[in-house]
């Protein structure tokens, strides 16, 4: 064959392996700026005395690999007893930091009677894995969701995202395994990467064709069936508040809003605890309420 014509072939593999490694490069940077993973698991409950098991959970997935999901079990107490009737909440903490560093914050989330599980997903703190990914996060709210109607199945059961982890909770609230979730709560939470993209450092890159990592709350958001309380503080550094107005105009009712004055990204638990134990009652009360038939999902 003339060396000419096989240039050609040869050529074209040399490019699509570039482009393909370039994509490959593309989507690990795009979930390291998203998920920003920490392998700290430096804190435990046992620093507030409090009960709690070490859950480990099997999860498999394509992307990351076969693993294991780090998760506690913090169980409410009434009399030193665990309340086997407690509401019952799902954890999922936001980017950058996993269970450890969110530990003040579940355990307010205990001090107001729930039984928490709260979870690392992969890539973060004792969970297997490095680089997390939307699917895998997904999937790892999927199967902790099940462990806690496992450990409390007479229980009203609720989902609780921060940050990044309120995306991740708005997925899994939309979805068929979750329509028994007694309610959801997104805190500090955001419409969609695409839109955030404009207030980061990484304003500059078209996303386009090498998007990846999506995110998009916004389209999910109306397809909820439970009732949803948003919060957000009014000094959020990262997350304009006008951006979570946007989630809670587009969610169904029944909904409730709490913008908390100068309460930043992270400190509404724990430096607003009233008006937050407050609105998380008043979401209590709407889950007490008999719901309507769901033809949204």
Same mark, same amino acid.
């Given at each position: 064959m003339p060396r000419r014509k096989l240039f050609i072939p040869v050529a074209l593999v040399s490019v699509a392996a570039a482009l393909l490694g370039a994509c490959t490069s593309l989507d690990d940077f795009q979930r390291q700026v998203i998920f920003r993973?920490?392998?700290?698991?430096?804190?435990?409950?046992?620093?507030?005395?409090?009960k709690f098991?070490?859950?480990?959970?099997?999860?498999?997935?394509?992307?990351? +690999?076969? +693993?294991?999901?780090?998760?506690?079990?913090?169980?409410?107490?009434?009399?030193?007893?665990?309340?086997?009737?407690?509401?019952?909440?799902?954890?999922?903490?936001?980017?950058?930091? +996993?269970?450890?560093?969110?530990?003040?914050?579940?355990?307010?989330l205990r001090d107001a009677g729930f039984s928490v599980l709260a979870i690392d997903y992969r890539g973060f703190g004792r969970s297997d894995g490095e680089l997390p990914s939307e699917t895998s996060a997904y999937e790892d709210a999927q199967t902790a969701w099940a462990e806690l109607a496992r450990r409390a199945p007479n229980s009203k059961r609720f989902i609780y995202g921060h940050s990044l982890g309120g995306a991740i909770a708005m997925d899994l609230a939309q979805s068929p395994s979750a329509q028994n979730a007694a309610g959801l709560v997104v805190e500090s939470s955001f419409t969609s990467v695409r839109e955030m993209q404009q207030f980061t450092a990484y304003n500059w890159i078209p996303l386009g064709v090498v998007q990846t990592q999506y995110f998009d709350s916004l389209a999910k958001v109306p397809k909820l069936c439970m009732p949803t309380l948003f919060?957000? +503080?009014?000094?959020?550094?990262?997350?304009?508040?006008?951006?979570?107005?946007?989630?809670?105009?587009?969610?169904?009712?029944?909904?409730?809003w709490l913008l908390v004055q100068g309460a930043r990204h992270v400190d509404i638990p724990t430096r607003y605890t009233s008006e937050w134990s407050a609105a998380l009652n008043d979401l209590k009360s709407l889950a007490a309420l008999p719901r309507a038939a769901c033809a949204r999902v």
């Amino acid at each position: 064959m003339p060396r000419r014509k096989l240039f050609i072939p040869v050529a074209l593999v040399s490019v699509a392996a570039a482009l393909l490694g370039a994509c490959t490069s593309l989507d690990d940077f795009q979930r390291q700026v998203i998920f920003r993973p920490s392998k700290d698991s430096s804190r435990t409950p046992a620093e507030y005395q409090a009960k709690f098991d070490d859950v480990w959970l099997n999860v498999a997935d394509a992307n990351v +690999g076969n +693993g294991k999901l780090h998760a506690w079990w913090i169980p409410a107490t009434q009399g030193g007893v665990n309340d086997a009737n407690a509401p019952a909440a799902l954890y999922l903490h936001g980017a950058g930091y +996993g269970i450890s560093a969110n530990l003040p914050r579940i355990m307010k989330l205990r001090d107001a009677g729930f039984s928490v599980l709260a979870i690392d997903y992969r890539g973060f703190g004792r969970s297997d894995g490095e680089l997390p990914s939307e699917t895998s996060a997904y999937e790892d709210a999927q199967t902790a969701w099940a462990e806690l109607a496992r450990r409390a199945p007479n229980s009203k059961r609720f989902i609780y995202g921060h940050s990044l982890g309120g995306a991740i909770a708005m997925d899994l609230a939309q979805s068929p395994s979750a329509q028994n979730a007694a309610g959801l709560v997104v805190e500090s939470s955001f419409t969609s990467v695409r839109e955030m993209q404009q207030f980061t450092a990484y304003n500059w890159i078209p996303l386009g064709v090498v998007q990846t990592q999506y995110f998009d709350s916004l389209a999910k958001v109306p397809k909820l069936c439970m009732p949803t309380l948003f919060i957000h +503080g009014s000094a959020d550094y990262r997350i304009p508040t006008e951006v979570a107005k946007k989630l809670f105009a587009a969610a169904p009712e029944p909904k409730r809003w709490l913008l908390v004055q100068g309460a930043r990204h992270v400190d509404i638990p724990t430096r607003y605890t009233s008006e937050w134990s407050a609105a998380l009652n008043d979401l209590k009360s709407l889950a007490a309420l008999p719901r309507a038939a769901c033809a949204r999902v």
